[in-house]
């Protein structure tokens, strides 16, 4: 089992940037790749970003390139998510999960609440 935290969510204004951390725990070396989801209120929860332990390499959706950032200190066993240019559509629930490979998570966090005002 991998256990997932989240913390670093928060009230920020549109514009504004908030930085997320996922600190991970238990079996994590069975899980090469480390993800963030969101899920915004009355839609279905959607891929953001994701990384590499081993490597570093990284993915994201279209609608944050430029914007947020991924990383993750190995060391800490914990995984960021830099954003910047908050947007009120960036509103939701933010999850960490743990995964085989970027596309396959096994293991979730309970997510923490991003809120962006306009």
């Known amino acids: 089992q991998v256990q997932l935290v989240e913390s670093g969510g928060g009230l920020v204004q549109a514009g504004g940037s908030l930085r997320l951390s996922c600190a991970a725990s238990?079996?994590?070396?069975?899980?090469?790749?480390m993800a963030w989801f969101r899920q915004a209120p009355g839609k279905e929860r959607e891929f953001v970003t994701a990384?590499?332990?081993?490597?570093?390499?990284?993915y994201y959706a279209d609608f944050v390139k430029g914007r947020f950032t991924i990383s993750r200190d190995n060391a800490k066993i914990t995984v960021y998510l830099q954003m910047n240019s908050l947007k009120p559509e960036d509103t939701a629930v933010y999850y960490c999960?743990?995964?085989?490979?970027?596309?396959?998570?096994?293991?979730w966090g309970k997510g923490t609440l991003v809120t962006v005002s306009s």
């Open positions: 999960a743990a995964g085989s490979t970027w596309s396959l998570m096994n293991y």
């Open positions: 238990g079996r994590t070396f069975s899980s090469a790749a």
């Open positions: 990384i590499y332990w081993s490597g570093g390499r990284t």
